[in-house]
């Protein structure tokens, strides 16, 4: 039961946080020229708002939801960790989209088509590679994990505590 809330709570809000990553690069791009300053200001307004109290708070949950969907459902499998490098560069993406929307305050051509066309599809792409690894969950050989990810490292953490 709560495998079956979180799960849903999950794809809910990877619903408006992949919505977000798509249509805030594509209103941030659109075409401003004639338009008055008072509506210029109301779009970034507007897309500002979208982005702290909607997008970013989405794809917290998300990943929120996610983690505990891994330790609730001990997926400690390879195509998880394949999906979560994918997440990261999502996450990465939704980094450059807030700044996107901070730079367009300071100026106006920072926000072109051209920038926002190849977020669009690497967002796609990324949301494309993850739909794929979840859905199909493929068996991915450990022998194409890398050694050095197999093994301890040995190495010290980067400050002085002693583990628990
Ligand atoms: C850090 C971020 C994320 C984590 C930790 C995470 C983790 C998980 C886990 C553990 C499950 C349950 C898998 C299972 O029971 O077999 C799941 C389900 C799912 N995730 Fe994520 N996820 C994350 C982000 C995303 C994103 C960004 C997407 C899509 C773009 C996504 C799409 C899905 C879908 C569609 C399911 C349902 C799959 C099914 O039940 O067949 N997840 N996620």
Same mark, same amino acid.
């Given at each position: 039961m709560v495998l079956v809330a979180l799960k849903t709570v999950h794809i809910m809000m990877l619903v408006i946080w992949c919505a977000g990553l798509l249509a805030l690069p594509l209103l941030l791009a659109a075409?401003?020229?004639?338009?008055?300053q008072a509506d210029y200001t109301r779009l970034r307004l507007t897309l500002q708002h979208a982005y702290i109290r909607v997008v970013t708070p989405a794809a917290v949950i998300a990943v929120v939801a996610g983690t505990a969907l891994i330790f609730l459902g001990n997926v400690y499998v390879p195509w998880m960790f394949a999906k979560l490098v994918a997440v990261g560069f999502l996450v990465g993406l939704h980094g450059l989209t807030g700044h996107a929307i901070i730079a367009i305050g300071e100026d !106006?051509?920072?926000?072109r088509l051209r920038l926002a066309i190849p977020r669009i599809v690497a967002a796609l792409g990324l949301m494309a590679v993850i739909l794929g690894l979840v859905l199909a969950k493929p068996a991915i050989p450990?022998?194409?994990? !890398?050694d050095w990810l197999m093994q301890p490292r040995a190495l010290h953490l980067p400050l002085d505590e002693v583990p628990m």
């Open positions: 075409d401003h020229q004639g338009q008055s !106006p051509n920072a926000a450990l022998d194409l994990v !890398p």
